[in-house]
C-alpha cells in the first residue's frame, strides 16, 4: 500500500522535485514507487527486476514518461514537479471510485447512483470521476449530459446507464498503467449504425451518411476532408467520429453545425502551467486568463452556422466574414510554427495551410494551394466533416497551449501601442493591476475599438491624467469610472458592450478569491520581459512590453457588427 501522505508532505512543503529526481535516493521514492505501481506502471517498473526500492532509476522516469503521456502531460522523467506529483494523487485517489463503478457494472447496479440527490455519496463519486475526465457541469446531472455529448451518445441525466458506465470506465482507464487491474469493457451503442465497425477503411470511407450532401449542414463532396470519417446524420444532430474520437454537432437551421466545446481554459491553465510558462508567460499573465476565460466558451468549441462561416476556440476566432480575412489563420499560423509535427499530423494531409500574408492578426487559409479568399472558398468550411477536424486538433494540448498564448498576445494589438495612448500616456502605464488588465482585455475581445475612448472618458470623468502619480487607490477608482462608462458607451455604430456589468462581476470575483490582485504593478506578461527590463526605479508600476515588440507588426483590430 503506497505511502500517499508522504507524497503529500512533499507537495504540501513543495519540495516534491527535490527528493524525487534521477538517481536520488531516500523513503520517497519508496513511497513514489509504490504510488506508481498501484496506478499501473509495474510493467515499467519490473523492466529492471534487480533495482533498489528506493532508488530513483531509468525503469522510474519510464513508468513517470508513461503516466504523463497518458494524462497529457509534458515530463522528460527526470524529475517529478509539482503539478506532476499532484496529479498522480489525484488519479490515486480516484481508484476508489473506479472500484465503484467497475462493480455497479458487474452487478448492473446503475440506480444505486442517485443523481437527484447532490449528497448522494455515489452521485459525489461520480461527479469526481467525470471532472477527472474534464468534465464539468454544475449538477452530476448537467455533467453526465456533457459528458454523453462529448462521446456521442444519449443521456437525459437523470439515470446512469450501462452505455454511459462503461464508457466513464473505458475512457478512465486510458490514464493509468498496463498493470492496472482493469475489467473487460465494451461501449454498446445500439443507436449508432457503425458501431464497432472500426475505421479499417472497409466502410466505404467512412462516409457513412449524407456526407458532403446533408442538406442544410453545407456540404463540399469533397472526398479528402471525409475520407476516413464516419458520419451519421441523426436529424437534429450530427456524429462525426473518425475511428477513436467522435463528437456529436447540432445542425442548425438553415446551415451549419455546432459544439459549445467541453474542454475548459480554466482547467487547461492550472494543468499545463509548466508547458505555458515555457511559452515565456508569466503567472500573472495566466491568472488574467484565468479570470477571463469564465466569460468565453471552452477551448474546443465549433460554430460553422453564422457570418463568420467557420469559428473556433475559446475567443471563437473565425476563418473571416464574407471575403475578408479573419483571425483563426493566425491562430493556425502560429500553431504551425510553434508545433509543425502536431499540425501536420491534422491539417497536412487534408491539403490545410496558412497564406503566406498571414500575419499576426489576420489572414487567410489556403486548401491544396489555393487562397481561401472568397464566400464560395469559405462556404465549404460549414461541413461538419470540417467542423470534425478543426475539433480533433483542438483537443491537442500543444494546440490548446497556443490558443492560451494567442489569446494573451491580443494585448500586443492595443497595450503597448502609440494609437491607443490616453492624454499621452501608453496604457501600459496607467491601468497595470493584473485586475485592471484582465478587464482591458476582456473588453478587448468584445469591443475592441472602444478602449481608447472608455479610458479616455474615465480619467477625465476622475481627473485622474497623470499615471506616474498613480497610487494603488488611484487606480482602483479609475477602473470603477472605466467599468461604468465601458457598460454604456456607444459609437453610434452597434450596441454597447455585451453584458458589460455581468462580466466585469466575474472577473472581479477573482480578486475576491485572492487569485487576482488590484495592485499597481501586479501584471506582466513575459518574464524575458522582466528579465531584459527590469532596472527600473521602484516607482515605475508600468508593465513592460515583450523582448523585440513592434507595435506596427500589430494592427489596431475593429469591432465586428454583431
Given at each position: 500500500?503506497?505511502?500517499?501522505?508522504?507524497?503529500?508532505d512533499l507537495?504540501?512543503?513543495?519540495?516534491?522535485?527535490?527528493?524525487?529526481?534521477?538517481?536520488?535516493r531516500n523513503?520517497?521514492?519508496?513511497?513514489?514507487?509504490?504510488?506508481?505501481?498501484?496506478?499501473?506502471?509495474?510493467?515499467?517498473l519490473?523492466?529492471?527486476p534487480?533495482?533498489?526500492?528506493?532508488?530513483?532509476?531509468?525503469?522510474v522516469?519510464?513508468?513517470v514518461v508513461?503516466?504523463?503521456?497518458?494524462?497529457?502531460?509534458?515530463?522528460t522523467?527526470?524529475?517529478?514537479?509539482?503539478?506532476?506529483?499532484?496529479?498522480?494523487?489525484?488519479?490515486h485517489?480516484?481508484?476508489?471510485g473506479?472500484?465503484?463503478l467497475?462493480?455497479?457494472?458487474?452487478?448492473?447496479q446503475?440506480?444505486?447512483?442517485?443523481?437527484?440527490?447532490?449528497n448522494?455519496?455515489?452521485?459525489?463519486?461520480?461527479?469526481?470521476l467525470l471532472?477527472t475526465?474534464?468534465?464539468?457541469?454544475?449538477?452530476?446531472?448537467?455533467?453526465?449530459?456533457?459528458y454523453?455529448?462529448?462521446?456521442?451518445?444519449?443521456?437525459d441525466?437523470?439515470q446512469?446507464?450501462e452505455?454511459?458506465a462503461?464508457?466513464?470506465?473505458?475512457d478512465?482507464?486510458?490514464?493509468?498503467?498496463?498493470?492496472?487491474?482493469?475489467?473487460?469493457?465494451t461501449?454498446?451503442?445500439p443507436?449508432?449504425?457503425?458501431?464497432?465497425i472500426?475505421?479499417?477503411?472497409?466502410?466505404?470511407?467512412?462516409n457513412?451518411?449524407?456526407?458532403?450532401?446533408?442538406?442544410?449542414t453545407?456540404?463540399?463532396?469533397?472526398?479528402?476532408i471525409s475520407?476516413?470519417?464516419?458520419?451519421?446524420d441523426?436529424?437534429?444532430?450530427?456524429?462525426?467520429?473518425?475511428?477513436?474520437?467522435?463528437?456529436?454537432?447540432r445542425?442548425?437551421?438553415?446551415?451549419?453545425?455546432?459544439?459549445?466545446?467541453?474542454?475548459?481554459?480554466?482547467?487547461?491553465?492550472?494543468?499545463?502551467?509548466?508547458?505555458?510558462?515555457?511559452?515565456?508567460?508569466?503567472?500573472?499573465?495566466?491568472?488574467?486568463?484565468?479570470?477571463?476565460?469564465?466569460?468565453?466558451?471552452?477551448?474546443d468549441a465549433?460554430?460553422?452556422?453564422?457570418?463568420?462561416?467557420?469559428?473556433i476556440?475559446?475567443?471563437?476566432w473565425?476563418?473571416?466574414?464574407?471575403?475578408?480575412?479573419?483571425?483563426m489563420?493566425?491562430?493556425?499560423k502560429?500553431?504551425r510554427?510553434?508545433?509543425?509535427?502536431?499540425?501536420?499530423?491534422?491539417?497536412?494531409?487534408i491539403?490545410?495551410d496558412?497564406?503566406?500574408?498571414?500575419n499576426?492578426?489576420?489572414?487567410?487559409?489556403?486548401?491544396?494551394?489555393?487562397?481561401?479568399?472568397?464566400?464560395?472558398?469559405?462556404?465549404?468550411?460549414?461541413?461538419?466533416?470540417?467542423g470534425?477536424r478543426?475539433w480533433?486538433?483542438?483537443?491537442?494540448?500543444?494546440?490548446?497551449?497556443?490558443q492560451?498564448?494567442?489569446a494573451l498576445?491580443?494585448?500586443?494589438?492595443?497595450?503597448?501601442?502609440?494609437?491607443?495612448?490616453?492624454f499621452?500616456?501608453?496604457?501600459?502605464?496607467v491601468?497595470?493591476?493584473?485586475?485592471?488588465?484582465a478587464?482591458?482585455?476582456?473588453?478587448?475581445v468584445n469591443?475592441?475599438?472602444?478602449?481608447?475612448?472608455?479610458?479616455?472618458?474615465?480619467?477625465?470623468?476622475t481627473?485622474?491624467?497623470?499615471?506616474?502619480?498613480?497610487?494603488d487607490?488611484?487606480?482602483?477608482?479609475?477602473?470603477?469610472?472605466?467599468?461604468?462608462?465601458?457598460?454604456?458607451?456607444?459609437?453610434?455604430s452597434?450596441?454597447?458592450?455585451s453584458?458589460?456589468?455581468?462580466?466585469?462581476?466575474?472577473?472581479?470575483?477573482e480578486?475576491?478569491?485572492?487569485?487576482?490582485?488590484?495592485a499597481?504593478?501586479?501584471?506582466?506578461?513575459?518574464?524575458?520581459?522582466?528579465?531584459?527590463?527590469?532596472t527600473?526605479?521602484?516607482m515605475?508600476?508600468?508593465?513592460?512590453?515583450?523582448?523585440?515588440y513592434?507595435p506596427?507588426?500589430?494592427?489596431?483590430?475593429?469591432?465586428?457588427?454583431?
Amino acid at each position: 500500500m503506497a505511502n500517499i501522505e508522504a507524497i503529500r508532505d512533499l507537495l504540501r512543503t513543495n519540495s516534491i522535485s527535490k527528493f524525487l529526481n534521477v538517481n536520488a535516493r531516500n523513503q520517497y521514492v519508496l513511497a513514489f514507487r509504490d504510488l506508481l505501481n498501484e496506478l499501473g506502471f509495474s510493467p515499467e517498473l519490473n523492466s529492471n527486476p534487480n533495482a533498489a526500492t528506493d532508488f530513483f532509476g531509468n525503469e522510474v522516469v519510464n513508468a513517470v514518461v508513461s503516466f504523463a503521456r497518458r494524462n497529457r502531460l509534458d515530463s522528460t522523467g527526470m524529475a517529478v514537479t509539482p503539478f506532476l506529483g499532484a496529479t498522480m494523487v489525484e488519479r490515486h485517489d480516484s481508484l476508489t471510485g473506479l472500484k465503484t463503478l467497475e462493480g455497479a457494472i458487474a452487478n448492473g447496479q446503475y440506480a444505486q447512483f442517485n443523481l437527484q440527490n447532490p449528497n448522494d455519496r455515489n452521485n459525489i463519486t461520480l461527479r469526481s470521476l467525470l471532472d477527472t475526465l474534464g468534465i464539468t457541469g454544475t449538477t452530476t446531472q448537467e455533467a453526465l449530459r456533457n459528458y454523453a455529448q462529448r462521446r456521442g451518445l444519449s443521456a437525459d441525466g437523470y439515470q446512469l446507464t450501462e452505455t454511459l458506465a462503461k464508457a466513464v470506465l473505458s475512457d478512465l482507464y486510458l490514464l493509468y498503467g498496463d498493470g492496472l487491474r482493469k475489467v473487460a469493457v465494451t461501449v454498446p451503442d445500439p443507436s449508432n449504425p457503425w458501431a464497432n465497425i472500426g475505421n479499417n477503411g472497409g466502410t466505404n470511407n467512412g462516409n457513412t451518411g449524407n456526407t458532403g450532401n446533408t442538406g442544410n449542414t453545407g456540404g463540399t463532396n469533397n472526398p479528402v476532408i471525409s475520407t476516413g470519417l464516419q458520419i451519421d446524420d441523426r436529424g437534429g444532430t450530427i456524429v462525426v467520429s473518425d475511428g477513436s474520437r467522435q463528437i456529436q454537432f447540432r445542425k442548425h437551421q438553415p446551415i451549419g453545425v455546432s459544439t459549445p466545446g467541453f474542454n475548459g481554459l480554466v482547467n487547461f491553465v492550472e494543468q499545463n502551467k509548466e508547458r505555458l510558462i515555457e511559452l515565456d508567460l508569466t503567472y500573472s499573465a495566466l491568472q488574467v486568463m484565468e479570470a477571463i476565460a469564465k466569460n468565453e466558451g471552452k477551448m474546443d468549441a465549433i460554430n460553422s452556422y453564422d457570418r463568420g462561416i467557420l469559428s473556433i476556440g475559446t475567443y471563437q476566432w473565425t476563418l473571416g466574414r464574407d471575403d475578408k480575412a479573419g483571425e483563426m489563420p493566425a491562430l493556425l499560423k502560429k500553431f504551425r510554427d510553434q508545433f509543425p509535427e502536431s499540425f501536420r499530423r491534422h491539417f497536412t494531409p487534408i491539403g490545410l495551410d496558412v497564406s503566406p500574408d498571414t500575419n499576426t492578426t489576420y489572414g487567410f487559409l489556403t486548401l491544396n494551394g489555393a487562397p481561401v479568399n472568397s464566400i464560395p472558398a469559405k462556404e465549404q468550411f460549414r461541413d461538419p466533416a470540417w467542423g470534425f477536424r478543426f475539433w480533433r486538433a483542438l483537443q491537442e494540448p500543444d494546440f490548446q497551449a497556443v490558443q492560451v498564448e494567442h489569446a494573451l498576445d491580443r494585448l500586443k494589438n492595443f497595450y503597448w501601442k502609440p494609437s491607443y495612448a490616453v492624454f499621452g500616456n501608453l496604457l501600459n502605464t496607467v491601468i497595470t493591476s493584473a485586475y485592471g488588465v484582465a478587464l482591458l482585455l476582456d473588453n478587448h475581445v468584445n469591443r475592441p475599438a472602444w478602449i481608447k475612448p472608455c479610458v479616455e472618458l474615465a480619467m477625465q470623468q476622475t481627473g485622474l491624467t497623470n499615471p506616474s502619480q498613480f497610487t494603488d487607490q488611484n487606480e482602483r477608482d479609475l477602473i470603477k469610472a472605466y467599468l461604468n462608462v465601458r457598460h454604456t458607451y456607444t459609437d453610434g455604430s452597434i450596441a454597447a458592450m455585451s453584458k458589460s456589468l455581468i462580466r466585469a462581476q466575474s472577473i472581479y470575483a477573482e480578486v475576491q478569491a485572492g487569485k487576482l490582485s488590484e495592485a499597481r504593478g501586479s501584471f506582466q506578461l513575459s518574464n524575458r520581459a522582466v528579465m531584459a527590463y527590469d532596472t527600473r526605479n521602484s516607482m515605475d508600476k508600468s508593465a513592460l512590453p515583450p523582448v523585440f515588440y513592434e507595435p506596427t507588426e500589430f494592427p489596431d483590430m475593429e469591432n465586428e457588427r454583431e
